[in-house]
């Protein structure tokens, strides 16, 4: 047996909107983006820059090849290969890199230029080859926070199948 549900909006009883659903489906929530002063969900997605990169540098995630194929917002900043936080929220970030062939290395996200703190990172075992690896995390962070990948050590290949990723979850 199905149900339905024929509103255009729902509200709360003081009559403040919180969802409209548009003729052609569309849904615009207000909550968690209107309340913070934003009309879209900020998100980035930036592409590997070719090569290897050793130690105490940052990831190469630039304009290589088709570089960022989205930055909702423009908080990502290709030239410094930094995310910048418009709101207080929990991000969710992606990172692939390969193995530097038979190279260990470690790449680390950084928060605000800290590279030693204990946030996610990618350690490399020294496989021949180009083994590719992965990571994700979710991180509460405040308005103006940064975020960048970080080589901590070592050496990581980046190249146009590498991938830095973030959006605002919540």
Known sequence: MA????????????????LTIGSDGAVEAQ?????RGL????????????GAVSSTT????????T???HNIGSHYNYTNKEFTCPVDGLYLFTVTAYGNNGNTGALRLSVNDNYS???PQISTDGFTGYPMYSMS???????????????????????SDCWF???LIG
């Open 3 to 18: 149900s339905e549900l024929g509103v255009q909006t729902i509200q709360h009883t003081n009559g403040t909107d919180a």
């Open 31 to 35: 909550g968690i983006l209107t309340s």
């Open 39 to 50: 009309s879209y969900i900020p998100s980035f997605s930036a592409r590997g820059g070719g």
């Open 58 to 65: 940052i990831g190469t995630y630039d304009n290589y090849e």
């Open 67 to 69: 570089g960022v194929t």
């Open 117 to 119: 703190e204990n946030y």
């Open 137 to 159: 995390a979710v991180l509460s962070l405040s308005a103006n926070d940064t975020v960048q990948t970080y080589v901590r050590g070592g050496s990581i290949y980046f190249d």
């Open 165 to 167: 990723t973030g959006v």
